[in-house]
Nanobody, 127 residues
């Protein structure tokens, strides 16, 4: 059974930094796309970053230049490094995995993949 277990997040003032991490358990990744979505109160879930098994990445314009998605040294982990956080970044962040591995990362960010999901992690940025 595929499980995505998230960690990290928290609360920071505007301009601060946070990381969120996700470990894929119960499945050995080969060809894949992993990514991050977020959902703010009263808003729809939006894709913000993704990385595929070839190392290709894609970012939503809202986070480009501030957030970085990287694969971890530990097997089957992915991290989202968030710099210069803004109050608008406040949301529940979800890890996503498309284990079929046939779609490019921009497809995941645009919501065109079928994903396994993490449990969600709160990120709060105060002004």
């Amino acid at each position: 059974q595929v499980m995505l277990v998230q960690s990290g997040g928290g609360s920071v003032p505007a301009g601060g930094s946070l990381n969120v991490s996700c470990a894929v358990q119960g499945y050995t990744l080969s060809h894949y796309c992993l990514g991050w979505f977020r959902q703010a109160p009263g808003k729809e879930r939006e894709g913000i970053a993704a990385i595929d098994s070839d190392g290709q990445t894609y970012y939503a314009d809202s986070v480009k230049g501030r957030f970085t998605i990287v694969m971890g040294h530990a097997e089957s982990t992915v991290h989202l490094l968030m710099l210069n956080l803004k109050p608008d970044d406040t949301a529940v962040y979800y890890c996503a995995a498309d284990i079929r591995g046939t779609a490019p990362p921009d497809w995941m960010v645009r919501g065109r993949t079928t994903n396994y999901w993490g449990q969600g992690t709160q990120v709060a940025v105060s002004s």
